[in-house]
C-alpha cells in the first residue's frame, strides 16, 4: 500500500495552487465559498475540514472496509482518522496546501487529480467522496465511474449528497468573500436523487442511506 513519499505528476489544475482555497486550508479559517456566475453563493466550512472528523463523520467510518482512499481529501481529517484506526489510507487532492496539511497531520496523501493514474488501482476496498467531492470535474457520471476502476470489485464508495433535490453542473470560483476570487472550474451538485441515478450508470448499485445533522449519505456498491 501507499507510502508518504508518493510524488505527483504536473497535471494539477491551476485554481488549487495559489487562490483563496489554498490560504484558508493553510489558516485553517475562512470564510471561502463556491461562486456561480450568476452570483450564487456556497459556504465552504473550512474550519470543520480542519478539526478533527466529527460525529456525523464516524458514520462514514464505521462503515470502511479494507484500503481506503479519500478522493478530495482536503485538510485530511477522515485520513488521520482512519490511520488511527489501523485502516491502509491513502487521501488524493489537487490542492497542495490540502495535501501538506494532511501530511503534517501524519496522514499519507498524494496530490494529484482522481483521472490521473492512483496507486493500487482496482484493489481499493473503499472510497470516499464526502464534503460535495461528488461535484469533482463536473461531471458526476465521469467521476463515479473513474471510481469503479479504482476499487476493488465488489469495493464499497462511500459518498455524501447535496441536502437538497439538486443535478446541476456549473462552473465555479472560489471566493473569499471579501473580493478575491480563484479561476473558474467545472462543478457539480447533486442530492441522493440523482446521485443514486449516475452511480447506476456508472455500474453502482445504492446499498445504503442515512443522514446525520442534516448531511445525506450514500453507499453504494459495484
Do not use: Q
Amino acid at each position: 500500500m501507499p507510502t508518504r513519499e508518493l510524488t505527483s505528476p504536473a497535471r494539477i489544475p491551476s485554481p488549487w495552487h495559489s487562490d483563496p482555497y489554498a490560504d484558508a486550508v493553510s489558516a485553517g479559517r475562512g470564510p471561502l465559498f463556491l461562486r456561480r456566475a450568476d452570483g450564487w453563493m456556497l459556504p465552504l466550512e473550512v474550519e470543520r475540514w480542519c478539526a478533527a472528523a466529527d460525529s456525523s463523520d464516524l458514520t462514514v467510518l464505521d462503515r470502511c472496509r479494507g484500503p481506503v482512499i479519500d478522493i478530495g481529501c482536503g485538510p485530511g481529517r477522515l485520513v488521520t482518522a482512519l490511520a488511527a484506526r489501523g485502516h491502509p489510507v491513502l487521501g488524493v487532492d489537487v490542492s497542495p496546501a490540502a495535501v501538506d496539511r494532511t501530511r503534517r497531520g501524519g496522514g499519507t496523501a498524494l496530490c494529484r487529480s482522481v483521472f490521473a493514474p492512483l496507486p493500487g488501482e482496482g484493489r481499493w476496498g473503499t472510497a470516499l467522496l464526502i464534503d460535495g467531492n461528488v461535484g469533482i470535474g463536473g461531471d458526476p457520471t465521469a467521476l463515479l465511474s473513474r471510481l469503479a476502476r479504482v476499487t476493488a470489485p465488489g469495493g464499497l464508495l462511500l459518498a455524501e449528497a447535496a441536502a437538497t433535490d439538486v443535478d446541476e453542473r456549473v462552473k465555479v470560483h472560489v471566493d473569499d468573500g471579501r473580493g478575491r476570487t480563484g479561476p473558474p472550474f467545472p462543478w457539480a451538485r447533486v442530492g441522493v436523487t440523482a446521485l443514486t441515478r449516475h452511480a447506476g450508470r456508472a455500474g453502482w448499485r445504492a446499498a445504503e442511506r442515512w443522514t446525520v445533522s442534516g448531511r445525506e449519505f450514500v453507499a453504494l456498491r459495484r
